[in-house]
């Protein structure tokens, strides 16, 4: 049995754990507060961008667009999104292992598959596993910004129009609520307007045929100045989104961590009491047995 100063230190050690974990926690939340609220306000934005695109789409049918452009799938550029650091319980192994998925499902049909990693966990894993398909890393930051989302939009959308790539697909974390995160495979190029419409296409198809507006100067520069602006946007709700689940998936986490710091607590205190009252049973024994002695 240890001694009760050793019980002691390790009740010192879990109460300073406790204090980081609970002040994570409350830290988590305050981001969480902050990123479920740029979410919610980018949801719908891009649902309008999408049934703008579509709308147009579906009255001019000869319309055409570089990144509508649908190849035969020889080359496959994957994005995939985590975050920078851990301490979140299962967020980011749970999107690197739906990545894998993908990879082992499709990597024998293609002739060539690159990665795109944003975020440190998904870099340092891929660098390790896959370094010769790696094609681009970079941390996701503190922050999601719009212009670090257009970077690397921008980048994926210059691919795929030059043939380098013939799909571009997303693999990130979805926030559902608090205590849900899934995991999600999301096409981005080729680009479709309908994919990520609020309504159905056959709906959105009749309701572009009774359009209160005109198109000017002409639906093609519409879909030129809007399209890439829908990929960024894209990009941009991802990283959002994976901001959103890494926070909630840490505050969660912490809050477990807490918890099992005070059960913990609990039992090294009846240890240290159960320690305490054999040690004094024990001197007490040595007294009344030296008294004994003495008579």
Known sequence: MANLRDIQRRISSVKSTQKITSAMKMVSAAKLRRATDAIFSARPYAKRMHATLAEVAAVQLDVEHPLFEVRERRSVELVIITSDRGLAGAFNNAVMKRADEFIAAHEGELENL???????????????????????????????????????????????????????????????????????????????????????????????????????????????????????????????????????????????ATKNTEELIDKLTLEFNRARQAAITSELVEIVTGAQALD
């Open 114 to 256: 690159y990665l795109t990693t944003v975020g440190k966990k998904a870099g340092d894993y891929y660098k390790r596993r896959r370094a010769s398909q790696l094609s681009f890393a970079r941390p996701v930051g503190a922050h999601v910004h719009y212009l670090e989302a257009a970077q690397i939009a921008g980048r994926l959308m210059d691919r795929f129009e030059q043939g380098e790539v013939d799909e571009v697909v997303l693999v990130y974390s979805e926030f559902v609520s608090t205590m849900t995160q899934r995991p999600t495979v999301v096409p981005l190029l080729p680009f479709s307007a309908a994919a990520g419409a609020a309504e159905p296409v056959e709906e959105v198809a009749t309701a572009a045929e009774k359009l209160p507006y005109e198109v000017e100067p002409s639906a093609e520069k519409l879909l030129a100045a809007l399209v890439p602006k829908a990929v960024e946007m894209e990009v941009f709700r991802a990283l959002l989104e994976n901001q959103a689940g890494e926070h909630a998936a840490r505050m969660t986490a912490m809050e477990s």
